[in-house]
T-cell receptor, first 115, second 113 residues
Framework: AQTVTQSQPEMSVQEAETVTLSCTYDTSESNYYLFWYKQPPSRQMILVIR??????QNATENRFSVNFQKAAKSFSLKISDSQLGDTAMYFC????????????FGKGTRLHILP | DAMVIQNPRYQVTQFGKPVTLSCSQTLNHNVMYWYQQKSSQAPKLLFH???????NEADTPDNFQSRRPNTSFCFLDIRSPGLGDAAMYLC????????????FGPGTRLTVL
């Protein structure tokens, strides 16, 4: 069975700093997607960034980038120049490709950006 | 241009009184999901539809039922809510063959008195 582990329940950083959220996963599959979802306080969950396992290049979306280490089964999220609006719960998630359409979420990391 | 809409946003019910939560989507996605999310926890998948095919999670209580009358709408019925069912209920959709991204609604917060 696939599992997703986020080892940092909560983090705080100063505005404009760079922060890295950790995620590891366990699977015997070779084709899958990895995601980072953001859930701001009292607001809906949105996708931050997505990585296809077959792609070696790390995904980037503006200030958000990932460090995908397939052999190590690691998928960390880096937020550069953090902003107050980045305060949220961040979930790392895994989905097998062309299988049961289900996402497996990690337990989340609560990130506080301090002014 | 709301894409996944959930009604109501807040629902209060009494212990044991049936309640229905609704979800609609404008994305024409064929997969729809219902999640239960308790405070500071990850969403827990209750069930999902691939078109009309219903997929129940093994640990979803029988108290939870779902209906999907057409592509756009999906309902979550809680037959006899208990205090432990108080949670945020999230609906999500996904279009297969695309980006495999799930689009979430804003959620319905259920309170059981």
């Amino acid at each position: 069975a696939q599992t997703v582990t986020q080892s940092q329940p909560e983090m705080s950083v100063q505005e404009a700093e760079t922060v890295t959220l950790s995620c590891t996963y366990d699977t015997s599959e070779s084709n899958y997607y990895l995601f980072w979802y953001k859930q701001p306080p009292s607001r809906q969950m949105i996708l931050v960034i997505r990585q296809e396992a077959y792609k070696q290049q790390n995904a980037t979306e503006n200030r958000f980038s990932v460090n995908f280490q397939k052999a190590a089964k690691s998928f960390s999220l880096k937020i550069s120049d953090s902003q107050l609006g980045d305060t949220a719960m961040y979930f790392c998630a895994f989905m097998m490709l062309n299988r049961d359409d289900k996402i497996i979420f990690g337990k989340g990391t609560r990130l506080h950006i301090l002014p | 241009d709301a894409m996944v809409i959930q009604n109501p946003r807040y629902q209060v019910t009494q212990f044991g009184k049936p309640v229905t939560l609704s979800c609609s989507q404008t994305l024409n996605h064929n997969v729809m999901y219902w999640y239960q999310q308790k405070s500071s926890q990850a969403p827990k998948l209750l069930f999902h539809y691939y078109d009309k095919d219903f997929n129940n999670e093994a640990d979803t209580p029988d108290n939870f039922q779902s209906r999907r009358p057409n592509t756009s709408f999906c309902f979550l019925d809680i037959r006899s809510p208990g205090l432990g069912d108080a949670a945020m209920y999230l609906c999500a959709t996904m279009g297969t063959g695309s980006s495999n991204e799930q689009f979430f609604g804003p959620g319905t917060r259920l309170t059981v008195l």
